[in-house]
Nanobody
């Protein structure tokens, strides 16, 4: 059974940093890509960062230079620096399998105060 469990969210002042982690269970060798998405109140869920099985990374423009995604076996991390109030959102971990299956974590709240 596939499970994605996020951790590391919280409240931080603007300019601060947080590190999110997501532990993935299941057939991790069949994972095509791991990503972090976020959803702010009243907005659609958006891709923040993704890392492929080959290690290629991609970031949404608003976080480039501030966020770093990395993978450590069955965990994916999102290191966030220079946080801004507009980064406030629920952050979700996502895993895409080569089979086409896609799974989501339960989400973790990140709140950046000004």
């Amino acid at each position: 059974q596939v499970q994605l469990v996020e951790s590391g969210g919280g409240l931080v002042q603007a300019g601060g940093s947080l590190r999110l982690s997501c532990a993935v269970s299941g057939s991790i060798f069949s994972i095509n890509a791991l990503g972090w998405y976020r959803q702010a109140p009243g907005k659609q869920r958006e891709l923040v960062a993704v890392i492929t099985s080959g290690g290629r990374t991609n970031y949404t423009d608003s976080v480039k230079g501030r966020f770093t995604i990395s993978r450590d076996n069955a965990k994916v991390h999102l290191q966030m620096y220079s946080l801004k109030p507009e980064d406030t959102a629920v952050y979700y971990c996502n895993a895409d399998w080569y089979s086409g299956d896609s799974y989501w974590g339960q989400g973790t709240q990140v709140t950046v105060s000004s």
